[in-house]
């Protein structure tokens, strides 16, 4: 049983040095990774290599094929379109499931959020911004309670964190734009006024989708 344990917190290590290395792109798209080279330099058997892997392309970070090997995958343009899609319904729902039922502390873990942001936003802090972006939507989700829909928003955020820095890095606005939308949300969502944080996270996200699809056209 103990044996099991390990062999299950090697994989685990590996996965999650593995997604860190591709979401800060140290593995840029379009790189071959090697079960090998990258046993070596996380100094382990290639079994958890191999498990982390074929875990990373189900997630659709890694394209594995017996004719091209391992790829670091680039979202296309049909995939970024159709990932918030998938956040505006998802979260939509979220926003109307909580609005008017936030408790203290709920609000005080959004105005946190906010007040960290918004200094992020004045230390150009693109790291810390993409955290504190992630961790915004993701405390309505919380406030809510859904396991699944936490696990889905969970999977869509570490799927796009590459190409939301990509935005960050590219228009450093952004994060400053970006925290004054979620603030219109959170004011919205707190003042009861469910059908406005709606109009809000639409408007939120198809300017975020437009800033990443605009430069691929």
């Known amino acids: 049983m103990q044996q099991l344990s390990s062999r299950s917190l090697l994989k685990e290590k590996a996965y999650q040095q593995l997604k860190c290395q591709i979401q800060d792109s140290t593995f840029i798209p379009g790189t071959f990774l090697s079960e090998r080279k990258l046993a070596l330099e996380l100094g382990m058997s290639k079994t958890p290599i191999k498990a982390a892997l074929e875990r990373l392309e189900s997630e659709g970070l890694v394209s594995v094929s017996p004719q091209q090997g391992i790829m670091v995958r680039e979202l296309s343009v049909h995939e970024i379109a159709d990932q918030f899609e998938i956040r505006l319904a998802l979260e939509s729902f979220v926003l109307r499931s909580v609005t008017g039922k936030l408790t203290n502390e709920d609000i005080k873990r959004i105005r946190k959020n906010l007040q960290q942001n918004q200094q992020a936003a004045k230390e150009f802090n693109h790291t810390t911004a993409i955290k504190l972006d992630a ?60 059908d406005l944080a709606v109009i809000k996270l639409q408007e939120h996200l198809e300017y975020g989708k437009q800033l990443l699809l605009s430069p691929r056209r």
Do not use: P
Not at 163 to 180: A, L, P
């Open 135 to 194: 961790e915004f939507h993701g405390i309505f989700c919380d406030c809510l309670g859904n396991q699944e829909i936490i696990r889905v928003m969970t999977q869509l955020r570490e799927k796009m964190y590459r190409v939301i820095g990509h935005i960050y890095q590219q228009h450093e606005d952004r994060i400053e734009s970006s925290w004054t939308e979620h603030t219109a949300i959170a004011n919205a969502v707190i003042s009861g006024d469910a």
